[in-house]
RNA sequence: GGCGGCGUGGCCAAGUGGUCUAAGGCGACGGUUUGCAAAACCGUUAUUCGGCGGUUCGAAUCCGCCCGCCGCCUCCA
């Protein structure tokens, strides 16, 4: 079986088969930059940077492109507030595009953060007004836009297919219109394509029509065209931007190359906060940042960004997470049994390699059978069960959910099996490469390398936790039992937790 | 008002006609281990899937009604 999405367009699961064989060319709606990234932003996307990397994982040739909107998305739709990205500035009393710069800093950082792979192209609206001016310009010849006191609008009454992905027709739209409509519009469903500037609005360009600035349906249309083709393969975004914005972009974009526009298209579920769905213009959103601090009322400590991302990976794209300090925890409790059950792993995996050249290592526990080389047969079958089970829930249209148990049945696997003692090096490397390449490759959730003794950089740290550990250690070898809890106890106040293991004592950081 | 979705154990969450007396995680409890812990492992924790009816040999899964919640229709990932 390959891979099956769920296409909006179809409302339903169908089999992906690319435009061109090997290729893909996907595009996901990015931020608009006028603050920082939060929860909601993290959901969208890390799931799409999930489908990207599995896309990889199969071995497609994959093209990301998601841009960054810098210009054009108004305060609101009646085509009558402001540049959302301008009112921030003015707030800020910055440069819009000093704000806009900052924030996509921010942005990155944060994704980075995330472990989602950066896109192959991250273009800017702002840098793509002119061929954002050529795409009005042929809709207006092609007879789909008209112009009225410096602004054109897209004419919808002309564009037959406009409806199908939302799944209304413009007469519903009319019953249901709540907004205010703009007295230049022949029809209220029409929508902006350029809109005219007044003289003292920061952003704007000349243009046929007079200086403005373009429409926030325009870029995606102009930019996914121009990186990846007049029809491309996947076209990702929020549940909340199916209409309008999803659908004016196919008008643009159909209306103008009378092609197909996106084959298939994927919109991810909203973070909602105890029920309520997180906007900005709500007010109730937590930032990237707040939750990786912990500087939110909501939160009870800070979080390791990838246990955001377990938390996200932990339901699936399409359904509503509902976020709370609990639900992040129990992620992080995941994440945190995961991470350690790598290292733990990856360490005998050292100790079995070290086995092989002699060390003492190889004269315990870790085995007989280590340096014969060879992987138990039921553990290949095993792995092989693990490996298919994965596959076929993401298969399933990004079942990540059942991705992630599939994680968690390694760890138990790898945990008994270094309880046992005796697995051999390849067996721990083979256990390794699944971890690497599901849990990391795919997922994103299992690093490459780790930080040495539980995360600390530091070397002085390092230096200073070990000599107490050493302090303990004599401490209980004279049956000082009371010194040393009372040491463990010390060091778990501050953040460091001890580990007594039959040869020696870890610590790891809380 | 129009359109769409959801309701699964203490919490998060998958499953959408039979393998479901329902995966996985977190938590809780008991055990193994430990000087004691921690971590890990083993076991227990939903005869039941919002309620009531119906279809079916068979339903968490399909249909109807009711209750509750959410999204879109205005900016939002």
């Given at each position: 079986m390959g891979l099956n999405l769920y296409n909006s367009l179809t409302r339903r699961k169908e089999e992906f088969k690319p435009l061109k064989e090997g290729r893909v060319g996907i595009y996901v709606c990015g931020p608009t930059v006028y603050g920082h990234a939060h929860l909601g932003h993290a959901k969208s996307y890390?799931?799409?940077?999930?489908?990207?990397?599995?896309?990889?994982?199969?071995?497609?040739?994959?093209?990301?492109v998601q841009n960054i909107t810098d210009v054009g998305h108004l305060t609101d739709d009646a085509d009558e507030g402001e540049d959302k990205v301008v009112e921030a500035a003015k707030k800020e009393k910055k440069h819009p595009a000093a704000l806009a710069e900052y924030y996509t800093r921010s942005y990155f950082e944060d994704m980075d953060k995330l472990n989602c792979v950066r896109p192959d192209i991250s273009p800017r609206a702002s840098g793509h007004i002119t061929e954002q001016i050529?795409?009005?310009?042929?809709?207006?010849?092609?007879?789909?836009?008209?112009?009225v006191n410096g602004s054109v609008y897209f004419d919808v009454s002309k564009f037959k297919d406009y409806g199908k992905l939302s799944g209304r027709s413009v007469e519903e739209m009319k019953a249901g219109a709540r907004v205010e409509v703009s007295p230049d519009k022949r029809a209220p469903v029409d929508f902006?394509?350029?809109?005219?500037?007044?003289?003292?609005?920061?952003?704007?360009?000349?243009?046929p029509w007079g200086m403005g600035y373009?429409?926030?349906?325009?870029?995606?249309?102009?930019?996914s065209m121009k990186y990846l083709g007049k029809t491309i393969d996947i076209h990702g975004g929020g549940l909340e931007n199916q209409f309008p914005h999803h659908e004016c972009e196919i008008a643009q974009s159909e209306a103008a190359n009378g092609v197909q526009f996106v084959r298939y298209w994927l919109h991810n579920n909203m973070v909602t906060v105890d029920g309520q769905k997180m906007g900005k213009s709500l007010n109730n959103f937590i930032t990237l940042k707040q939750a990786f601090s912990g500087a939110h009322e909501r939160l009870t400590k800070s979080y390791d960004p990838l246990a955001v991302r377990q938390l996200i990976l932990n339901s699936h794209y399409r359904s509503p997470l509902d976020f709370s300090d609990a639900a992040l925890f129990a992620a992080y409790s995941g994440y945190k049994k995961i991470t350690e059950t790598v290292m733990a792993v990856r360490k005998r995996m050292a100790q079995a390699?070290?086995?092989?050249?002699?060390?003492?290592?190889?004269?315990g526990k870790t085995d007989s059978k280590a340096t014969k080389g060879e992987i138990d047969g039921k553990m290949v079958e095993e792995l092989k069960r693990l490996r298919e089970k994965f596959e076929a829930a993401m298969n399933d249209d990004l079942n990540t959910s059942i991705a992630l148990s599939v994680i968690f049945e390694l760890v138990r696997l790898a945990n008994k099996l270094l309880e046992e003692g005796n697995a051999t090096a390849e067996t721990l490397n083979a256990i390794d490469v699944l971890f690497d390449r599901l849990g990391g490759e795919v997922l994103g959730i299992v690093k490459d390398e780790y930080p040495q003794a539980g995360g600390a950089d530091d070397e002085m740290i390092d230096k200073l936790v070990k000599f107490w550990v050493e302090q303990r250690s004599e401490a209980r070898k004279r049956g000082d039992f009371k010194l040393a809890d009372a040491t463990r106890a010390e060091l778990d106040e501050i953040g460091i937790v001890l580990e007594d293991k039959p040869d020696e004592t870890e610590w790891r950081r809380k």
């Open positions: 890390v799931s799409f940077d999930v489908l990207v990397r599995y896309l990889r994982y199969l071995r497609y040739s994959v093209t990301y050529e795409l009005v310009k042929t809709l207006q010849e092609k007879g789909y836009a008209y112009e902006a394509l350029w809109k005219k500037a007044e003289p003292n609005h920061i952003m704007q360009w000349p243009s373009p429409g926030w349906h325009l870029e995606c249309s102009v930019m390699a070290k086995g092989k050249t002699g060390s003492k290592a190889a004269k």
